[in-house]
């Protein structure tokens, strides 16, 4: 009688000789997802930054508080956003594509 855990860990008890075939397939996780790995920099930033590697996404920054306080569709490879109209703090840029994962990154402005 085959026994079985959560870890996936199988034991047959055999009373004769016979011959046992046994096909797993395991399928962990979501197919087809690619999570943004964009670059952001510098970081400290004064005025501009740049985001590389995000083409396609749409950027969110938010600040500490979670007020969304800029909001931008990246159709470059390599974007540059103007930061001057922003306060000195810590802000949270949130990049990914509608629908699939996003990658948040702390930024601060100087």
């Known amino acids: 009688m085959p026994t079985g855990d959560k870890s996936n860990?199988?034991?047959?008890n055999l009373t004769e000789a016979s011959t046992v075939t046994v096909e797993f397939e395991s399928t962990v996780g979501i197919e087809n997802i690619s999570a943004p790995n964009p670059k952001i920099f510098p970081n400290p930033v004064k005025d501009m930054v740049q985001i590389?590697?995000?083409?396609?996404?749409?950027?969110?920054?938010?600040?500490?508080?979670?007020?969304?306080?800029?909001?931008?569709?990246?159709?470059?490879?390599?974007?540059?956003?103007?930061?001057?109209?922003?306060?000195?703090?810590l802000y949270l840029f949130k990049i990914g594509k509608?629908?699939?994962?996003?990658?948040?990154?702390?930024?601060?402005?100087?």
């Open 52 to 89: 590389a590697g995000a083409e396609g996404c749409t950027l969110q920054i938010m600040d500490v508080v979670g007020t969304v306080v800029h909001t931008q569709k990246l159709s470059a490879s390599n974007e540059f956003i103007t930061l001057k109209q922003l306060p000195a703090g």
């Open 98 to 110: 509608a629908g699939g994962q996003m990658k948040t990154v702390k930024v601060v402005k100087k």
């Open 9 to 12: 860990t199988y034991t047959l």
